[in-house]
C-alpha cells in the first residue's frame, strides 16, 4: 500500500460495508474528498497536504474501490451515496465541504440532494451526471469512450480487464486522458493496479458505471425536486466547460468556475497546487460567510 507521511489510514464499519479512508490536518472546516475513475483515495495524495494546513481532510475509497470492502453484483451510486452519509455520520464532522471527481458525480449529487445537512459546499471535478449530457460520453460514434460500454456490460470487465490491470491502467486509460507529462507516475499506476487487482476489484467501477447508463431520469427528477443550494465550484480542464455546464442544471445558483489550461482529466494528479489553490479559495469564501 502506498502512503504518504501527512496521512493516518482508518476503516469505518457502515450501512453494511467497510470503507477505508485516510485523514489529515488537525483544525479548520472538513473537507471531503471523493475520488473518480480509474482512482481510489491516492488520486489526491499531492492535494491532501495543500489542503491539511488550514483544514481537515478526509479522502475515502469508494465501496469496492481503494482498500474498501468490495461491492456487490447490484452496486450502484445510490448505495455509495448512502455509505457516504454514513462515513460523515460515523466521523462527526458534518457539514463538510464535499469535493468529487468524475463517475463520482453521480454519488456525490445524489448525498448532496437528499441529505443537505451533510454538505457546507459541492466542488466537482471534470464531472458530468447522467440526465444532463454525461452518457453520450459512451457514444463511440460520436467520439464517446469504448470503455463505458465495457464496464457496465455483464461479465465483460472481469473477462476483459481483470488480469490485465497494468495493460489497461498504466498503458491506456492514464495515458489517454493525461495532459502533464510525467504527472501520473509508475509509483501512482502501480497503487491503483495493486487495488483494481485485488478480488472483486472492478466491482465498484462496473457499479458507477452501470448506474451512470441508467440513471438518468432518476437524477433529474432529483435535480428538479431538490436543486442544490449550497455554494458550488465547478473545476473543469479537459472537459472544457462541461463540469460548469452540467453544475448549473442542477443547482439554485450559478456555480463557480475555474478552468485549468493545459491539464487533463487527472486535475488532482496534474495540477495539484492549482486544484488546491481553487479550492481553498472557494472553502475561504463559503466559510466566511
Do not use: C
Amino acid at each position: 500500500m502506498s502512503t504518504i507521511a501527512a496521512v493516518t489510514h482508518h476503516t469505518a464499519a457502515v450501512n453494511g460495508t467497510e470503507l477505508h479512508y485516510v485523514s489529515a490536518g488537525d483544525a479548520g472546516s472538513p473537507i471531503l474528498l471523493v475520488h473518480g475513475f480509474p482512482e481510489s483515495w491516492w488520486a489526491f495524495h499531492k492535494v491532501i497536504p495543500l489542503l491539511a494546513r488550514t483544514h481537515r481532510v478526509f479522502a475515502v475509497d469508494l465501496r469496492g474501490f481503494g482498500d474498501s470492502s468490495p461491492a456487490e453484483d447490484d452496486h450502484s451510486s445510490a448505495t455509495a451515496a448512502e455509505d457516504l452519509h454514513q462515513l460523515i455520520a460515523h466521523l462527526g464532522v458534518g457539514p463538510v465541504h464535499l469535493t468529487g471527481q468524475d463517475i463520482s458525480g453521480g454519488t456525490v449529487f445524489r448525498l448532496a440532494a437528499t441529505h443537505p445537512e451533510d454538505v457546507a459546499s459541492f466542488t466537482a471535478i471534470e464531472m458530468g451526471l447522467a440526465g444532463f449530457g454525461l452518457e453520450g460520453l459512451a457514444d463511440v460514434t460520436h467520439g464517446g469512450s469504448w470503455h463505458i460500454g465495457v464496464l457496465a456490460a455483464p461479465g465483460v470487465p472481469e473477462m476483459l480487464l481483470a488480469g490485465r490491470e497494468q495493460e489497461f491502467l498504466g498503458g491506456w486509460a492514464f495515458p489517454a486522458m493525461t495532459a502533464v507529462q510525467g504527472a501520473v507516475t509508475g509509483e501512482d499506476v502501480a497503487e491503483f493496479v495493486r487495488v483494481y487487482a485485488r478480488p472483486g476489484g472492478w466491482r465498484g467501477a462496473i457499479g458507477l458505471y452501470t448506474s451512470m447508463l441508467g440513471e438518468g431520469e432518476q437524477l433529474r427528477a432529483l435535480a428538479a425536486s431538490a436543486p442544490l443550494s449550497v455554494p458550488a465550484l465547478a473545476v473543469g480542464a479537459a472537459g472544457g466547460p462541461f463540469t460548469e455546464s452540467t453544475l448549473n442544471q442542477v443547482t439554485t445558483g450559478p456555480a463557480r468556475n475555474v478552468l485549468l489550461e493545459g491539464v487533463g482529466h487527472y486535475v488532482a494528479l496534474e495540477a495539484p497546487e492549482s486544484l488546491a489553490a481553487a479550492v481553498l479559495e472557494f472553502v475561504g469564501d463559503v466559510d466566511g460567510r
